[in-house]
Nanobody
């Protein structure tokens, strides 16, 4: 089992920055990759960015390229999402997920952290 805890959300003005954290615990040796997902109000959860547990960035959604950066802190077993130049449409709940293999869906999820970007 893998446990994930997100933090770092909050209220920020458009153009501002936030850094989200996803702290992993439990059977972390079994993690293949961690992904960040965004769920806007009334919409489905959508992919934002992902990184392998070894630290290789897998990719970003087009809507965040050049603004968001995903990274991993090996010492803290934590994955970060640095969000710059935030826009009102970035508002929503951000979840991190973990999977065991490249061919598997993300099966472990955190509780989410709320990000609100005011215009």
């Amino acid at each position: 089992q893998v446990q994930l805890v997100e933090s770092g959300g909050g209220l920020v003005q458009a153009g501002g920055s936030l850094r989200l954290s996803c702290a992993a615990s439990g059977s972390i040796f079994s993690i293949n990759a961690v992904g960040w997902y965004h769920q806007a109000p009334g919409k489905q959860r959508r992919f934002v960015a992902s990184i392998t547990w070894s630290g290789y960035t897998l990719g970003y959604a087009d809507s965040v390229k050049g603004r968001f950066t995903i990274s991993r802190d090996y010492a803290k077993d934590t994955v970060y999402l640095q969000m710059n130049s935030l826009k009102p449409e970035d508002t929503g709940v951000y979840y991190c997920g973990a999977r065991h293999s490249p061919t598997q869906d993300y099966t472990y999820w955190g509780q989410g952290t709320q990000v609100t970007v005011s215009s």
